[in-house]
């Protein structure tokens, strides 16, 4: 699937509290994991679609559509956000629904979850629980309708902390079939999950809100898969990663949100920002975004490493209420610190004061560039749409020394090492033309000696790079630790790999345990010579869980944890 996808997401602060009211009603949210082919779904879910149908001005609802029992094309059409959300709760069959993130079990309930044990008077008491948090949420088709764009806008209504993440979700409100496309003779679904934003991982938010804080958030997708499209919506909420708990939920229109402020320019994004650098010089970008009533057209943006020589870069443009723009800043040039910090800000919007100064700055952290040794590896697991990605190391004068992709077979797994002739500044950089990364099961990892990773990822967006320091005089030998293994990816979805390194020739057996201890597979790999090695695990056929790999190497033995979410 390519997806489409712009980012922004900005924290504003300290809001006058007389334009709060203290707590929010709540929108309670439904979630419900089910099938086409599930008898049991189909017994329950017309009584439970009538319950819900009769309170949407007190719920909105949500359907993941599970893998098991049997065949299903909703689940087909988003099989890895639709597995990783029934995971997410720990669910092992079908029907299953959740109120605010609570799996009930009260009486009436048949099972945990139970839609039949759902009534009137359970969704009374949680309409009555008032949220900390407001949500403001608008979405546009593009002109050709291909794509949907939808901005989301949270706001605290009392002081209030905790692990929060936001989550947009595309639904298609009802689909109906000419006949059933399942098992269970179903041929009427509402709320279906279309697709996550940006993905089932949701957006991270702050830890602690002061009454009046906010922040908003924007994402668009390249519609796949869906059978109606005046049944589309989006459905918004923020929830405890902790206990599970839905803070707030709402559902998204068409209608715009009004702005809090005339003047108000914000820094949303900065980017092209190694993870680590040894360069002493930077090309920041950042997204400049107008909040405010008024149009913005100038604005001053000052930028700086560890306060090192201040640049100042003044802009000039027609930005409309919520719209953006990208920047590329001029060069900067710093001294390169074991730990340093890049800041950018803005002063004088239209030549006046800005109304809201919180969000006019935004700064990224990053280290020195590691040193490593002359051998350098990289493995790479192509997602579905392999052409898109491509990657290259460079040299400090720029050069290209060595590249890879675009690559034809989906789902390969390539691997490479790197030697190096001469000490020196290198940049590995990966790209992606779809703009989403690599899609889970795929992902990338850059690493040396006992695989220390100098980066790694999977949904990166349209290019990830990292910096690091070659001293071509020290051997791989010197940074070996052959007691260390890893796991990628971690959880695994249908695939995973260990990897670890050799000093000498030794005898090596794979051994996957699951959680009490039980041994499930073990693979003899026999005498091995020196070298880093990766081995798929034998994870096909496991159920979901907590799983246990442990290689023997001669008489060491490592062992470590992953997660299967297949």
């Not at 089910?34 to 017994?43: E, L």
């Not at 009555?128 to 088709?141: C, K, Q, W, Y």
């Not at 040894?278 to 057209?297: E, H, R």
Request: proline share 5%; aromatic share 12%.
């Amino acid at each position: 699937m390519k997806i489409m996808r712009h980012f922004f997401l900005f924290f504003l602060f300290s809001i006058s509290f007389t334009m709060l009211s203290g707590q929010t009603q709540r929108l309670i949210l439904i979630e419900e994991a089910t099938n086409a082919s599930c008898g049991p779904c189909a017994a329950q879910n017309p009584a439970f679609d009538l319950l819900l149908n009769q309170n949407r001005d007190k719920l909105t609802a949500i359907k993941y559509h599970w893998y098991f029992p049997g065949y299903d094309p909703m689940h087909n059409h988003n099989t890895v956000e639709n597995l990783a959300r029934v995971a997410y709760y720990g669910i092992n069959g079908v029907p299953t629904a959740m109120i605010d993130g609570v799996i009930e079990n009260r009486s009436g309930f048949g099972y945990p979850g139970s839609p039949a044990g759902y009534n009137q008077t359970i969704i009374n008491e949680y309409a009555a629980v008032t949220s900390p948090f407001e949500i403001d949420m608008f979405h546009r088709l593009s002109v050709n309708e291909d794509s949907i764009f939808v901005t989301m806008r949270i706001r605290a209504a009392e002081n209030v902390s905790g692990s929060f993440k936001a989550q947009i979700v595309v639904i298609e409100k009802h689909i109906n079939f000419a006949t059933p496309p399942g098992s269970n003779g179903e041929k009427n679904f509402s709320d279906v999950m279309k697709k996550m934003l940006p993905d089932h991982l949701g957006t991270n938010l702050p830890n602690s809100w002061q009454s009046g804080d906010y922040m908003i958030i924007t994402h668009s997708w390249k519609l796949q898969n869906i059978y109606n499209m005046d049944e589309l919506g989006v459905v918004g909420f923020i929830q405890n990663t902790i206990n599970k708990s839905i803070k707030q939920a709402a559902n998204s229109s068409i209608e715009m949100f009004a702005p809090y402020y005339d003047t108000d320019a914000s820094l949303t994004k900065i980017s092209n920002l190694s993870e680590t650098n040894c360069m002493g010089k930077i090309i920041p970008k950042v997204v400049l975004a107008n909040f405010g009533q008024n149009p913005l057209t100038s604005v001053d943006i000052i930028y700086h490493v560890n306060g090192q020589n201040p640049e100042n870069y003044s802009w000039t443009g027609n930005l409309t209420y919520l719209a953006s723009e990208e920047i590329t800043l001029p060069e900067i040039s710093f001294s390169v610190n074991a730990a340093n910090e890049a800041v950018v800000y803005l002063l004088n919007p239209n030549g006046t004061t800005d109304q809201f100064l919180q969000n006019d700055t935004i700064s990224k952290t990053f280290n020195a560039a590691v040193v490593t040794p002359n051998a350098v590896k990289l493995m790479l697991k192509l997602d579905t749409n392999p052409q898109e990605t491509t990657w290259e190391i460079t040299n400090s004068a720029g050069s290209i020394l060595f590249s890879g992709g675009p690559y034809t077979q989906s789902g390969a797994l390539i691997q490479e090492t790197f030697v190096f002739e001469e000490s020196d500044c290198h940049i590995f950089t990966i790209h992606d033309s779809g703009n989403n990364g690599l899609a889970i099961p795929g992902f990338f990892a850059l690493f040396y000696g006992g695989n220390i990773q100098i980066i790694s990822g999977t949904s990166f967006g349209s290019m990830a790079f990292s910096q690091f320091d070659v001293d071509a005089t020290v051997a791989v030998e010197e940074f070996e630790k052959p007691v260390e293994i890893s796991v990628y990816p971690n959880p695994v979805i249908n695939q995973g790999f260990v990897s670890f390194s050799l000093l000498e020739s030794k005898s090596v057996t794979i051994e996957i345990f699951n959680s009490v201890g039980q041994l499930i597979n073990k693979t003899d790999k026999g005498m091995m010579n020196p070298g880093i090695y990766d081995f798929e695990l034998a994870t096909k056929g496991l159920d979901k869980g907590v799983y246990f790999v442990k290689v023997n190497i001669g008489q060491d033995q490592i062992t470590e944890k992953f997660t299967v979410i297949n």
